[in-house]
């Protein structure tokens, strides 16, 4: 029914977030899911589809499993636009997604570096100040 729904704004290209959240449990009753020495915790991956806002695949791993390691094993197709966090801070997997095609979009982390190749400016009712567009630099 949401896939149905019209919008008042759509992307030419699918749109999908890719998210992850810890979930604790009980390490006595969960043995297999022990996080530290008295925690237990899994993590629940989602890729999310903003076609009908429905999420289009899931993994659950251990409570320990890097967010970039899951990253890595997944596959787009070209022209696919990703909406990624900081935990997903990865240059080689960056690297690999421009050039397949898939673009991404997440926020910077405060220590990293870049050159801004170009910057254009939103319209004044945007909430969005200006667009940025930029090049990582690997750090020396």
Same mark, same amino acid.
């Given at each position: 029914? &949401? /896939? ?8 030419? %290209? ?9 979930i604790?449990?009980? /390490?006595?009753?969960?043995?297999r /899911? +022990? ?10 991956h989602l890729?999310?589809? %903003? ?6 695949? &899931? ?11 899951? *990253?890595?094993?997944?596959?787009? *197709?070209?022209?696919? =636009?990703? *909406? =990624? ?9 960056? %690297?690999?997604?421009?050039? =397949? ?7 910077? +982390?405060?220590?990293m570096?870049?050159?801004? =190749? ?18 990582? +630099? /690997?750090?020396?």
């Amino acid at each position: 029914m &949401a /896939a149905l729904k019209r919008r008042r704004f759509r992307f030419k %290209h699918p749109l999908r977030t890719l998210d992850a959240t810890l979930i604790q449990l009980c /390490a006595t009753v969960f043995d297999r /899911a +022990r996080f530290q020495r008295t925690k237990g915790a899994i993590n629940l991956h989602l890729q999310l589809d %903003h076609q009908g806002c429905l999420p289009c695949w &899931a993994l659950v791993t251990d409570g320990d499993t890097n967010d970039v390691r899951v *990253a890595q094993r997944l596959t787009f *197709a070209p022209g696919t =636009i990703v *909406a =990624i966090d900081r935990g997903y801070l990865d240059h080689a997997l960056y %690297h690999h997604w421009t050039v =397949i095609g898939v673009w991404f979009v997440t926020r910077s +982390r405060t220590n990293m570096l870049y050159e801004v =190749i170009a910057r254009h400016p939103m319209l004044s009712r945007e909430c969005i100040l200006c667009q940025v567009l930029y090049s990582c +630099r /690997a750090p020396v």
